[in-house]
């Protein structure tokens, strides 16, 4: 009997995986069609009106990136000039080794011309090297008939960056009298596509891992048991939450706490609606900005699943004691998450753009583990060394 109810639980636990919805970011993608709704709630920087021309003065400039694509999207919107019809002639700065110069060979910028026509705006992106050198070029439909905005996309290749690594940009017109968004300094930003993995290969790691776990707890294989549990599930937890409304709903729940608590510091922050985690910080020290995205490592998911997989795999303990462990450390985890991410900013914010490696390695990472190794202490090893007395004292 126990048999067969194991053997439901397993096999429901695989119908469940596959029957899990995509996520809140499947099918959000960023499309270059000249349609806009895509655009709502992103990351973006606003500008007021009547600091530039009138053909190129900016209202916003707003980014992001596809899943499974390494492509960076833009998107331009410009006050309305009298003459709908009125195009323009932009640039967007890069600056590619994000050392505060765009003057350094491997720096590049990409002039956009946008013309309005009806059926859509004409966007024309011509990439070139900081020497003038042209790289590529790339052209569509991608503008409003109006002459109100217009997007277009950059590849990851051409730019010379990878995922992840830091690139900063600004926006600037063409010419006297023209517009730059940000007024000053730039933005800096980490772009990482996401990737979403098969629901189908996530189940048939599943039923693996259930069946070996499954053998070594028949056979008492305490050790291996313990080891290939607690880590098999960590890495399908990933694998699961990864790209879904679980982990949507935890990084924007995340930005939006520290986006309070900084606000609390008098630090400018922004967070978006569509842009779950990403948090735009006003440096001062520079009067540039910073893109934070919060990901399932810097959202506490990932240590969230590593902790739960080693109380729940932990043969010593009974499943009231596993439950009261888990609740404990998911809000302690989460809490010392919150922490780390607040004091990343700070030091960013105090010591600029320069203190960002050390901010998140010395500030950010030792201080969240030391918070770790105590709550294990509390949890694991501590009870642990207890019953081991009890076992030599009894004897």
């Known amino acids: 009997m126990k048999r067969l109810f194991r ?100 720096d590049k910028y990409a002039e956009v011309t946008y013309r309005p026509v009806a059926g859509g705006g004409r966007v024309a992106v011509e990439l070139y090297s900081a020497s003038g050198h042209l790289l590529a070029v790339y052209r569509g439909r991608w503008g409003e008939a109006g002459g109100r905005r217009f997007e277009f996309a950059v590849p990851m290749n051409k730019l010379g960056i990878y995922p992840a690594q830091p690139v900063r940009f600004y926006l600037s017109g063409i010419g006297a009298g023209a517009d730059r968004l940000p007024d000053r300094g730039d933005n800096q930003w980490a772009p990482f596509p996401g990737t979403v993995k098969s629901k189908t290969g996530v189940a048939a790691v599943c039923f693996v891992w259930l069946a070996v776990a499954a053998i070594l707890r028949r056979h008492r294989i305490w050790p291996f048991y313990y080891i290939w549990g607690a880590v098999g599930f960590t890495f399908i937890m990933v694998l699961f939450f990864q790209g879904s409304l679980l982990e949507y709903q935890v990084e924007y729940r995340t930005g939006m706490i520290v986006h309070r608590l900084l606000r609390c510091l008098d630090i400018v922050t922004y967070v978006f609606d569509k842009a779950p985690g990403t948090l735009l910080v006003l440096i001062k020290m520079d009067e540039s900005w910073t893109t934070i995205d919060i990901d399932i490592e810097s959202s506490g998911l990932l240590e969230l699943c590593i902790f739960l997989g080693l109380v729940l795999f932990y043969p010593a303990y009974r499943p009231a004691s596993k439950l009261l462990f888990s609740l404990a450390g998911v809000a302690s985890v989460y809490l010392f998450n919150l922490l780390r991410l607040v004091l990343v900013v700070v030091a960013i914010y105090c010591g600029g753009r320069n203190m960002s490696f050390i901010a998140h390695t010395l500030f950010g990472r030792l201080v969240f583990f030391v918070l770790i190794v105590v709550l294990y202490w509390y949890v694991f090893t501590r009870p642990s060394l207890k019953k081991v007395r009890e076992y030599v004292g009894s004897g």
């Open 7 to 106: 053997l439901g639980v397993y096999l429901g636990f695989i119908v469940w995986v596959l029957s899990w919805p995509a996520g809140a970011r499947a099918g959000q993608g960023f499309v270059l069609d000249g349609a806009f709704d895509d655009w709502q709630g992103r990351a973006h920087l606003a500008d007021g009106r009547g600091d530039g021309r009138e053909d190129a003065d900016f209202k916003a400039l707003a980014w992001g990136t596809n899943e499974n694509e390494r492509r960076l999207y833009f998107m331009v919107e410009r006050q309305l000039p009298a003459a709908a019809g009125r195009g323009c002639t932009c640039r967007l700065y890069f600056d590619v080794d994000c050392n505060g110069s765009y003057d350094n060979s491997v």
